[in-house]
């Protein structure tokens, strides 16, 4: 409800188009079956993952690891989102476009850049998670 309309107007400028306030939530169920598909991949990687590691991850390398692969699992339906809120592909279904990305070898463009910015926004992100849950161990049983 609050992602979906910042996703379509990013994107809209990103093309070029024009929005409308009534075009806001266009593409907002498949931001949501992304974001359910992303934060799902995210908690099994979450478990996963450290445990494999020996010597475990730094709070840095966890939510900059498990984000990117979490990433990885849902990039295809990022692809899609966008190209039903570009308001380029009127009339063709998520099935259709994603089968259209597919045989056009773009379901994973872009990958590079957002997992970059993903590793550092991610890493940092659960640096700061882990912070506040400590300082919240700690400081909130005073205040019983």
């Known amino acids: 409800i609050i992602e ?3 996703d379509l107007v990013k994107v809209n400028k990103q093309v070029e188009q024009e929005w409308t306030v009534g075009a ?8 949501a079956l992304r974001n359910a598909g992303s934060f799902s991949a995210f908690s099994v990687y979450r478990d996963v993952i450290p445990p494999l590691v020996p010597g475990g991850l730094s709070a840095f390398w966890t939510g900059a690891i498990c984000s990117n692969l979490a990433w990885l699992t849902i990039w295809p ?27 056009a070898g773009i379901l994973f463009r872009g990958v590079v850049p957002g997992l970059l910015r993903s590793t ?16 919240a161990a700690t400081r909130l049983s005073a205040w019983k």
């Open 77 to 103: 339906l990022d692809v899609i989102k966008s190209q039903r809120q570009s308001g380029n592909f009127p009339g063709l279904s998520s099935r259709a476009l994603l089968l259209e990305a597919a045989r």
């Open 4 to 6: 979906a309309p910042f």
């Open 24 to 31: 806001l939530f266009k593409g907002s169920g498949i931001t």
């Open 120 to 135: 550092a926004a991610n890493g940092t992100a659960m640096v700061v998670y882990k912070h506040v849950e400590e300082l």
